[in-house]
């Protein structure tokens, strides 16, 4: 079993993710191996039985088994660490909410995958936006390097005792999952005095202070308790910037929870998550080449929604556009862009906002159609016509 | 797609070795302190089946994130794939094809000022590796068409990289054949 003993080294997004669990070596991993994720739980899998790490690996029959022994092992007050993608996620759909209202600080890395039917193992973010209410925090990532600091940075925020909400940490299948990208590495060391021990605040197996969790909660007291967790959440926005704060102190890369690129004076924004932006970013350069005022801004937390910085990045903007990759039937809008929309209403924002759905099940999005989304941006900010809000990107049939 | 980055797209069949070409190209170029990506592309996998895969090189971090649409290089490791795909789709006008081939490659300029580079990787692998396994050949002649990667980089790179999982002799095959790939192969 060879280990990296480089810094600056080459790996997959699955293959940073997994280095970094190895670093963190969590008590307990228990996953379900599933396309694009698998190449994650096969390495962990072989740092166990090379005993690089001390977890205890508990092989499971299914995802909803996974997250159900992730719930008792983080309960009982062990750190806890999963991963899955897609059908997987929503196998464990009703555990994911039991996670959170319980308060349990387990780190998921799901690698972002469309859902079914038709059956489709390729990239979009269906999958995640529909655990949007589980009450989880949620991170999207936009290469490999993000990924590794982002899950070691998941440790620290899941498990603060201000926050002790689960976390889930987002890369789009195989763009970044498979794609092998330079990263630099932490040592050991400074991962594991970066994520200190995990001392949860009450745990099942401490005897002198007995503890009751899952019980019921009668009409009197349901709503309480999840306004509680709710205001939990919000509150975990303050700490999830102050981790990644701390993070950029000691290793120099910070995220942010958006990332607002050349977007000081940008009159046109799109606005993205995930592997996107980076795309969107190329193309803002472009633009800016030719003196146009274009700007992008990076969704880096979509739970909580960063409402105040979002708002705060777009209150200039002539036009802008929230591209995403999922789709909300029936909705009036998909849910990135009703989150964007409803952050630009709560803070007084007027902007003229449209919606791009791209990229549904693995369709590459290029620089040339991301263009096109400025284009028209460029019409609306000439004509001040914002015209048709909800717009698809390199769709058949969709003009 | 700039001045700035490199960006190859590697034809072949499954089981070639296309996606391993494609990662160990890129990562041998951390040897030279610059940046990549590769990644395949992702259809079904089946062996023998033609198999599509990037590499993207820079010297400053790599946004992107999508296919590589107009290549400045593309690198063909199974001469039997010249006529059942179009290996020069987009390629840009001013681009590179490195071609395992025998003989002299069927026209793949187009009319263009495009340059071809050709090498018997296969004879060279069942030389030096005793099969037909083109993949790791074909770096060396990669490397030497397009030049922004040293040899001995490439060479240190496999080394840390192989080491472990390989036999010194298997190593030092691979080098040899990677070696003489890259002094055998001409532009055409």
């Known amino acids: 079993m060879k280990l990296l003993t480089r810094k600056v080294v080459g790996l997959t997004g699955d293959g940073a993710a997994a280095e970094a669990m190895r670093q963190i070596d969590p008590d307990v991993v228990a996953a379900y191996p599933i396309t694009p994720q698998t190449e994650i739980v096969e390495k962990f899998a072989e740092y166990v039985a090379g005993g690089l790490v001390n977890t205890e690996f508990i092989c499971v029959e299914s995802e909803h088994s996974a997250i159900s022994a992730c719930c008792g092992s983080s309960a009982a007050g062990a750190r806890t660490v999963t991963a899955t993608s897609s059908q997987g996620l929503a196998l464990m759909h009703e555990m994911l909410y039991i996670a959170a209202a319980n308060r349990l600080p387990i780190v998921m890395i799901n690698v972002n995958r469309a859902l079914s039917a038709p059956l489709n193992i390729h990239n979009d973010q269906s999958d995640t936006f529909g655990s949007r209410d589980a009450g989880w925090i949620q991170l999207y990532c936009e290469n490999v390097q993000e990924v590794y600091d982002t899950t070691i940075q998941g440790i620290r925020i899941a498990e603060h005792p201000e926050v002790q909400l689960p976390v889930m940490v987002c890369l789009d299948g195989f763009i970044l999952s498979h794609s092998m990208e330079r990263l630099e590495l932490l040592s050991d060391?400074?991962?594991?005095?970066?994520?200190?021990?995990?001392r949860p605040r009450t745990n099942l197996l401490d005897f002198d202070k007995p503890i009751t969790l899952g019980a019921a909660a009668m009409p009197e007291y349901y709503f309480e308790h999840r306004f509680a967790q709710s205001y939990a959440l919000d509150r975990a926005l303050e700490r999830v910037v102050a981790v990644d704060q701390e993070f950029g102190a000691k290793f120099a890369r910070s995220y942010g929870v958006v990332e607002a690129y050349r977007m000081d004076d940008a009159e046109l924004a799109v606005v993205t998550l995930g592997s996107l932006a980076g795309t969107t970013k190329f193309v803002v350069d472009r633009f800016r080449e030719e003196g146009v005022k274009a700007g992008s801004l990076k969704i880096k937390l979509f739970r909580p929604f960063p409402i105040e910085a979002v708002a705060a990045a777009l209150k200039n903007v002539k036009a802008a556009a929230v591209l995403e990759k999922a789709i909300s039937p029936g909705a009036p809008g998909p849910a990135l862009f009703s989150d964007v929309l409803g952050a630009l209403y709560h803070q007084g924002v007027k902007a003229s906002l449209i919606s791009y759905v791209a990229g549904l099940g693995g369709r590459d999005v290029p620089p040339k159609s991301i263009t096109r989304i400025y284009n028209h941006l460029q019409q609306i900010a000439e004509t001040g016509r914002i015209g048709r809000i909800l717009n698809y990107l390199d769709l058949r049939g969709w003009q | 797609m700039s001045n700035k980055m490199l960006e190859i797209r590697w034809h072949g069949r499954g089981g070639q070795g296309v996606?391993?070409?494609?990662?160990?190209?890129?990562?041998?170029?951390?040897?030279?302190?610059?940046?990549?990506?590769?990644?395949?592309?992702?259809?079904?996998?089946?062996?023998?089946?033609?198999?599509?895969?990037?590499t993207r090189i820079s010297n400053e971090p790599?946004?992107?994130?999508?296919?590589?649409?107009?290549?400045?290089v593309v690198v063909v490791l199974d001469p039997s794939l010249l006529g059942v795909v179009k290996v020069t789709q987009n390629l840009k006008a001013s681009g590179t094809s490195v071609v395992n081939h025998a003989g002299i490659p069927q026209d793949l300029k187009n009319g263009t000022q495009r340059r071809v580079f050709a090498v018997d990787a296969d004879r060279i692998s069942r030389e030096e590796l005793g099969r037909v396994m083109p993949n790791t050949p074909m770096v060396g002649a990669l490397v030497k068409?397009?030049?922004?990667?040293?040899?001995?980089?490439?060479?240190?790179?496999?080394?840390?990289?192989?080491?472990?999982?390989?036999?010194?002799?298997?190593?030092?095959?691979?080098?040899?054949?990677i070696r003489r790939a890259y002094e055998e192969v001409r532009e055409v």
């Open chain 1, 189 to 198: 060391a400074e991962v594991k005095d970066f994520i200190g021990a995990f």
């Open chain 2, 19 to 54: 996606v391993l070409a494609s990662r160990f190209m890129a990562s041998s170029a951390i040897r030279e302190n610059l940046y990549f990506q590769a990644f395949p592309f992702f259809g079904p996998e089946r062996l023998g089946a033609p198999v599509v895969a990037f």
């Open chain 2, 62 to 72: 790599i946004n992107l994130h999508c296919a590589i649409e107009e290549p400045d």
């Open chain 2, 145 to 177: 068409a397009v030049g922004l990667i040293g040899l001995e980089s490439v060479f240190s790179e496999f080394e840390e990289q192989f080491s472990q999982r390989f036999k010194p002799e298997l190593i030092r095959q691979n080098l040899n054949a």
